[in-house]
């Protein structure tokens, strides 16, 4: 994966008052399907601009076009967050369109290897996992920073997994939870350097939610979306940053 070029960052400066919903635009990753879709609808109810982030353009019409049935601003944008020159041409377009970008969800994931063992576990499964679940995040979210401080407000939520949490049980989906845990740490980092500048960012476990990754059973999309959607909107006052949630209540790392 290589570096992301993105605008110049500007020294840090306040946090400014929070916008109104309708004059928030947002952008979720992975959004044509499953939990992304469900956060895209929601996040469109409250009346943002929603930037529908899918790897395969016409799935991301066709998602759009649903949700603008029922009213939301959706836009589709093509967006695979391992590829360095999507992210770059989707900079330049939420730049150019917008000026601003007020919300990141990091939804998309991959790589639920609920069968494989850590100590026979085939190594470019995990390197895939990390690529996408870790590193498409992180250059994302680097890439779009600037769009945020510019207005001193921005609100970043990584879609992670209880799985992913240091004490939990279990051996299975051994590159999952790894790359999971890594973007755990990786929150806690980039919560700690913005403290204070306006932008929160916080980690977020769904939950097992019933969705083509994780199958039949779980809980409701749209439960488990809220939880993500709170995070989004979260006030400026008081402050919650660098927390890992389920359900609105933290949970351990």
Known sequence: MNAVTFPGRPHRRREAPD??????????????????????RQLAQLGMTVLLGARRPLAGEKAARQLRREGG????????????????????????????????VNNAGAYFDIDSQASSVDLGIVRQALETNLLGAWQLTEAMLPLMQR??????????SG???MDSEGTGCPAYRVSKAALNSHTRLLAGELAGTGILVNAVCPGWVATDMGGHGGRPVADGAAGI??????????????GFFRDRQRIDW
């Open 19 to 40: 916008p109104e919903p309708s004059q928030r635009v947002a952008l979720v990753s992975g959004g044509n399907r499953g939990l992304g879709f469900e956060v895209s």
């Open 73 to 104: 601003a959706v836009i589709p944008v093509k967006l695979d967050v391992t590829l360095t020159r999507d992210i770059e041409e989707l900079v330049a377009r939420i730049d150019a369109d917008y000026g601003r970008l007020d919300i990141l």
């Open 151 to 160: 207005h001193g407000y921005g609100r970043i939520v990584n879609v992670s």
């Open 163 to 165: 799985c992913g949490a």
């Open 229 to 242: 959607v709170w995070a989004a909107t979260l006030p400026s006052r008081p402050a919650v940053n660098g």
